[in-house]
């Protein structure tokens, strides 16, 4: 039984949709950021700052997509009041997960870091986001900015939670302070 010419067209239309596809997810794909998940932490800067590695030497910096927490003393200029307790709770975020990180790359920043979501395994099947913990914490705020985070409405939740149980940042003497 021959095809019809009827059925040709639509199965080129079909092909030639699929390639179009492809094409445009090529050229969207951000090749400067690596997609690979699984890093191991290195070093933690402060309350939103992780440097991670790979076994093969590559390292990269990673700001925390969508928060904000406060600064560690740098130079002359002061810690902002929990910046030490936002720095030791993502510390221990780190050492909870044995160091083992998954990076979800979202762009990369002015300073050459990858902004980017950062979870680890949690029990059973549950990833736990670092974001979110933070912000519960009331150890960061969610930041307002160009890029949007794939969780940003969760970590708009999340610090809801912190707001109304004035945790941290939003208990009324630290507001003050920071």
Same mark, same amino acid.
């Given at each position: 039984?021959?095809? +019809?010419?009827?059925? !040709?067209?639509?199965?080129?239309?079909? =092909?030639?949709?699929?390639?179009?596809?492809?094409?445009?997810?090529?050229?969207?794909?951000?090749? +400067?950021?690596?997609?690979?998940?699984?890093?191991?932490?290195?070093?933690?800067?402060?309350?939103?700052?992780? !440097?991670?590695?790979? !076994?093969? &030497?590559?390292?990269?910096?990673?700001?925390?997509?969508?928060?904000?927490?406060?600064?560690?003393?740098?130079? #002359?200029?002061?810690?902002? =009041?929990?910046?030490? #307790?936002?720095?030791?709770?993502?510390?221990?975020?780190?050492? =909870?997960?044995?160091?083992?990180?998954?990076? $979800?790359? $979202?762009?990369?920043?002015?300073?050459?870091?990858?902004?980017? #979501? $950062?979870?680890? *395994?949690?029990?059973?099947?549950?990833?736990? +986001?670092?974001?979110? #913990?933070?912000?519960?914490?009331?150890?960061?705020?969610?930041?307002?900015?160009?890029?949007?985070?794939?969780?940003?409405?969760?970590?708009?939740?999340?610090?809801?939670?912190?707001?109304?149980?004035?945790? &941290?940042?939003?208990?009324?003497?630290?507001?003050?302070? *920071?």
């Amino acid at each position: 039984m021959k095809p +019809s010419w009827k059925t !040709t067209i639509i199965l080129t239309a079909i =092909a030639g949709a699929m390639i179009t596809a492809i094409l445009i997810f090529q050229r969207t794909n951000q090749p +400067s950021i690596a997609l690979t998940e699984e890093w191991i932490a290195t070093q933690v800067a402060d309350g939103d700052s992780i !440097t991670v590695g790979q !076994t093969d &030497g590559s390292q990269m910096s990673v700001e925390l997509c969508g928060i904000d927490a406060p600064e560690v003393k740098q130079g #002359e200029v002061p810690a902002q =009041a929990l910046s030490n #307790e936002a720095k030791d709770k993502l510390l221990n975020l780190v050492a =909870a997960a044995d160091n083992q990180l998954m990076i $979800v790359p $979202v762009e990369k920043d002015n300073d050459g870091r990858t902004v980017a #979501e $950062v979870m680890a *395994h949690g029990r059973g099947e549950a990833e736990i +986001s670092f974001q979110e #913990e933070l912000l519960k914490n009331g150890l960061a705020r969610t930041r307002n900015s160009s890029v949007e985070c794939p969780n940003q409405l969760a970590f708009e939740q999340a610090q809801d939670i912190a707001k109304a149980s004035k945790l &941290g940042i939003w208990n009324q003497s630290n507001l003050e302070r *920071h």
